[in-house]
């Protein structure tokens, strides 16, 4: 079997509550200050991330986005350290240096999380060739949105893929909205048309339902990994929370209460629940309740940052970039930690309540 | 001894990477055939497996080879025109070279991007005369302009071998270059160190890619009164600011030849760096472009606009006299 079977629905329940409780509490550590930048969640998206990952192996490749955390987590990447990462700490994932926009975890295979938009299904591209022409079977994904199905490099990488047969899986998450604009106002034609019109197979699933969601990624993966080429999918779904959590704050007004109800009607979790027994359910619930206390608890006790790591891992030479205020590198951490970075927790915690 | 030329020279260091290091492969617009002059002979000796034809979709590829680049790969990108490189602006500076960075370390991206058509040509147009060069400089691209062919060749190999993203850019007129070469000569040149072409005690002059050929021959013309040292720093980021503090030390006078556009050129850093850090006894100077374009398809207008001999020894002059 080219691709791992079908996970239990009791571990789709876990995997799927482990994401949603991660980002309650993620919006939490948002409104306390602790992660600086808010975030993008992913509340409503949860079965596509869920579904997708347990299609793959962990070796496979992952080109994540902005709203990547359920991918990420699905992927197998550690709640903890990847929370460490949202809150800039030493023991994140990439170090601090990607938080919660750019992570990547190599652990799981998640090589990148992009924010221009659309770029990740290029480098998914460029991965799955390369991984084939080691005489692998490993498959490389890219996840992104309807925003990123009118950008010229994904458009370009379709072709690529399509004319060199890589073994990549486009994933589109079409929640609807790129950041504010609507997808009827902001695509002409159909999304999954513009992988047809390259040759690549492709299809619009339901994305609310961690199963359907399973199998359409399954017979994608099987694809790619017997030769087969590139598949397209675009998963219809929706996040409940807005593009950013600035959306709790600054209420803008581009879709109706009525139409976030009527979504969540289809609530992937609620519809995951159905399918396991109460008792189970209940402690599957304590279970991820556990690991998120110790996953944010480990997260607050990483290190912050020292400010004379700010010239670390900037080049793969080793290479130090020259400091913009001083002469010497010496003096310039020596200056900076003087300086403080309590004004910047106040207001991002002040942007985000 | 044999002669070499400029694209020669390239195509050579393109071949001896390929053959030494199997994960190094070669991908761009017209390649099979060799249209630059840079890949001729390639596609026989590797196949098209490791000689990718594009399709004229550089954004793409260019993401594409950051991909494979991160799955263990050690592509080389060809792009044809100048501007191409800033159409993919985002793909080398905001992809390619933070993905280090952005996963602390994780992953590397090692793409060379090989420009061998950097430059004004006679008639080619506003839109193909450019040399960017200083803006990968200041978005912190390792960016390479050699001036020679066995500093193009040198160059190259050390960008393929390095780990992070390298730039190269090949001035066009540089490519008029052929140089009697020692096949022993031919060795790796290591970013960020410079060279003296010319050892001179009044005036140092940093002459960036074909330029010091134009530093060359006005430290010829001005050679009975004026002991000029010429500089060309072959990596522009990393900068070798220690070599130029140590000419500074020397001379404490400068002149810069840039064929950058003056607002914001290497021109301007160079110079910026120097007033701030170093040795100088006199208000020095730079030859530049103009800012903005140039025009591209009448040679009389662009020489006009072009960094030339006489800027160049005037300014030297200019700068002799003044302290």
């Given at each position: 079997?080219?691709?791992?079977?079908?996970?239990?629905?009791?571990?789709?329940?876990?995997?799927?509550?482990?994401?949603?409780?991660?980002?309650?509490?993620?919006?939490?550590?948002?409104?306390?200050?602790?992660?600086?930048?808010?975030?993008?969640?992913?509340?409503?998206?949860?079965?596509?991330?869920?579904?997708?990952?347990?299609?793959?192996?962990?070796?496979?490749?992952?080109?994540?986005?902005?709203?990547?955390?359920?991918?990420?987590?699905?992927?197998?990447?550690?709640?903890?350290?990847?929370?460490?990462?949202?809150?800039?700490?030493?023991?994140?994932?990439?170090?601090?240096?990607?938080?919660?926009?750019?992570?990547?975890?190599?652990?799981?295979?998640?090589?990148?999380?992009?924010?221009?938009?659309?770029?990740?299904?290029?480098?998914?591209?460029?991965?799955?060739?390369?991984?084939?022409?080691?005489?692998?079977?490993?498959?490389?994904?890219?996840?992104?949105?309807?925003?990123?199905?009118?950008?010229?490099?994904?458009?370009?990488?379709?072709?690529?893929?399509?004319?060199?047969?890589?073994?990549?899986?486009?994933?589109?998450?079409?929640?609807?909205?790129?950041?504010?604009?609507?997808?009827?106002?902001?695509?002409?034609?159909?999304?999954?048309?513009?992988?047809?019109?390259?040759?690549?197979?492709?299809?619009?699933?339901?994305?609310?339902?961690?199963?359907?969601?399973?199998?359409?990624?399954?017979?994608?993966?099987?694809?790619?990994?017997?030769?087969?080429?590139?598949?397209?999918?675009?998963?219809?779904?929706?996040?409940?929370?807005?593009?950013?959590?600035?959306?709790?704050?600054?209420?803008?007004?581009?879709?109706?209460?009525?139409?976030?109800?009527?979504?969540?009607?289809?609530?992937?979790?609620?519809?995951?629940?159905?399918?396991?027994?109460?008792?189970?359910?209940?402690?599957?619930?304590?279970?991820?309740?556990?690991?998120?206390?110790?996953?944010?608890?480990?997260?607050?006790?990483?290190?912050?940052?020292?400010?004379?790591?700010?010239?670390?891992?900037?080049?793969?030479?080793?290479?130090?970039?020259?400091?913009?205020?001083?002469?010497?590198?010496?003096?310039?951490?020596?200056?900076?930690?003087?300086?403080?970075?309590?004004?910047?927790?106040?207001?991002?915690?002040?942007?985000?309540? | 001894?044999?002669?070499?030329?400029?694209?020669?020279?390239?195509?050579?260091?393109?071949?001896?990477?390929?053959?030494?290091?199997?994960?190094?492969?070669?991908?761009?617009?017209?390649?099979?055939?060799?249209?630059?002059?840079?890949?001729?002979?390639?596609?026989?000796?590797?196949?098209?497996?490791?000689?990718?034809?594009?399709?004229?979709?550089?954004?793409?590829?260019?993401?594409?080879?950051?991909?494979?680049?991160?799955?263990?790969?050690?592509?080389?990108?060809?792009?044809?025109?100048?501007?191409?490189?800033?159409?993919?602006?985002?793909?080398?500076?905001?992809?390619?070279?933070?993905?280090?960075?952005?996963?602390?370390?994780?992953?590397?991206?090692?793409?060379?991007?090989?420009?061998?058509?950097?430059g004004w040509r006679p008639g080619?147009?506003?839109?193909?005369s450019?040399?960017?060069?200083?803006?990968?400089?200041?978005?912190?691209?390792?960016?390479?302009?050699?001036?020679?062919?066995?500093?193009?060749?040198?160059?190259?190999?050390?960008?393929?071998?390095?780990?992070?993203?390298?730039?190269?850019?090949?001035?066009?007129p540089?490519?008029?270059?052929?140089?009697?070469?020692?096949?022993?000569?031919?060795?790796?040149?290591?970013?960020?160190?410079?060279?003296?072409?010319?050892?001179?005690?009044?005036?140092?002059?940093?002459?960036?890619?074909?330029?010091?050929?134009d530093?060359?021959?006005?430290?010829?013309?001005?050679?009975?009164?004026?002991?000029?040292?010429?500089?060309?720093?072959?990596?522009?980021?990393?900068?070798?600011?220690?070599?130029?503090?140590?000419?500074?030390?020397?001379?404490?006078?400068?002149?810069?030849?840039?064929d950058?556009?003056?607002?914001?050129?290497?021109?301007?850093?160079?110079?910026?760096?120097?007033?701030?850090?170093?040795?100088?006894?006199?208000?020095?100077?730079?030859v530049?472009r103009p800012?903005?374009?140039i025009v591209g398809a009448s040679p009389e207008l662009d020489v006009a606009l072009l960094p030339n001999v006489e800027q160049?020894?005037?300014?030297?002059?200019?700068?002799?006299?003044?302290?």
């Amino acid at each position: 079997m080219a691709h791992p079977s079908r996970p239990g629905a009791d571990d789709f329940y876990r995997t799927m509550r482990l994401i949603r409780r991660f980002e309650e509490r993620s919006i939490g550590l948002v409104r306390s200050g602790d992660i600086l930048s808010g975030i993008h969640p992913c509340i409503g998206q949860e079965a596509v991330a869920v579904g997708a990952g347990a299609a793959l192996r962990r070796d496979d490749v992952l080109m994540a986005n902005h709203r990547g955390h359920g991918h990420m987590l699905a992927k197998g990447s550690d709640p903890g350290r990847l929370l460490a990462e949202m809150a800039g700490r030493a023991d994140g994932v990439a170090r601090g240096r990607g938080g919660s926009f750019h992570p990547s975890d190599f652990t799981a295979g998640v090589f990148a999380s992009t924010g221009t938009v659309g770029h990740g299904a290029a480098l998914a591209a460029g991965a799955a060739w390369a991984l084939a022409d080691d005489g692998t079977d490993r498959v490389a994904v890219s996840v992104f949105g309807d925003g990123g199905v009118n950008q010229g490099a994904l458009l370009e990488s379709l072709n690529l893929a399509a004319l060199w047969q890589v073994p990549a899986i486009f994933i589109c998450e079409n929640n609807m909205y790129a950041t504010t604009l609507p997808v009827e106002t902001a695509v002409a034609g159909s999304i999954p048309g513009r992988a047809e019109a390259f040759g690549i197979p492709a299809a619009t699933v339901d994305g609310m339902d961690a199963d359907v969601v399973f199998d359409a990624m399954a017979a994608a993966v099987d694809r790619a990994r017997s030769g087969g080429g590139p598949t397209f999918i675009e998963f219809s779904t929706y996040r409940y929370y807005g593009h950013h959590t600035f959306e709790l704050k600054d209420r803008l007004r581009y879709r109706e209460e009525e139409e976030i109800e009527r979504w969540r009607q289809r609530d992937p979790l609620a519809l995951q629940e159905s399918r396991v027994p109460a008792g189970q359910r209940a402690a599957i619930d304590a279970e991820v309740e556990k690991v998120l206390d110790e996953a944010v608890r480990f997260a607050l006790d990483s290190a912050k940052l020292d400010p004379a790591e700010a010239f670390d891992y900037h080049y793969a030479s080793g290479l130090t970039v020259r400091p913009g205020v001083a002469k010497s590198r010496a003096s310039w951490a020596g200056a900076s930690e003087a300086a403080s970075v309590g004004g910047a927790a106040s207001a991002g915690g002040a942007a985000n309540a | 001894m044999p002669k070499l030329s400029y694209l020669r020279a390239l195509n050579r260091a393109l071949g001896d990477e390929m053959e030494r290091d199997p994960s190094v492969f070669i991908l761009g617009e017209d390649i099979r055939l060799g249209l630059t002059n840079t890949t001729p002979g390639l596609l026989d000796r590797f196949g098209p497996q490791r000689v990718i034809e594009t399709p004229l979709s550089e954004q793409g590829f260019t993401d594409f080879a950051t991909g494979a680049a991160m799955a263990g790969k050690r592509p080389v990108v060809e792009y044809q025109i100048p501007f191409l490189f800033l159409l993919v602006l985002e793909q080398i500076a905001n992809q390619a070279n933070k993905f280090h960075l952005m996963s602390g370390g994780q992953t590397s991206v090692p793409v060379t991007y090989l420009l061998p058509a950097a430059g004004w040509r006679p008639g080619w147009g506003a839109q193909h005369s450019d040399e960017p060069y200083s803006i990968f400089a200041h978005a912190g691209v390792k960016t390479v302009v050699p001036a020679t062919p066995t500093d193009a060749y040198g160059l190259l190999v050390s960008a393929i071998r390095d780990d992070d993203p390298v730039t190269l850019f090949a001035p066009i007129p540089a490519q008029k270059v052929r140089q009697d070469v020692d096949p022993a000569d031919l060795v790796p040149v290591p970013l960020g160190a410079s060279r003296i072409h010319r050892s001179g005690s009044d005036v140092t002059v940093v002459a960036i890619g074909h330029l010091v050929y134009d530093a060359l021959a006005v430290a010829d013309r001005l050679g009975g009164q004026i002991s000029v040292e010429v500089f060309d720093p072959r990596t522009i980021y990393p900068f070798d600011w220690d070599g130029l503090a140590a000419s500074l030390d020397k001379t404490g006078r400068l002149v810069v030849a840039d064929d950058s556009n003056r607002s914001c050129g290497m021109g301007a850093e160079i110079l910026a760096t120097a007033a701030e850090e170093m040795h100088l006894i006199a208000p020095p100077k730079r030859v530049t472009r103009p800012d903005g374009a140039i025009v591209g398809a009448s040679p009389e207008l662009d020489v006009a606009l072009l960094p030339n001999v006489e800027q160049l020894a005037a300014a030297v002059l200019e700068v002799c006299n003044s302290g």
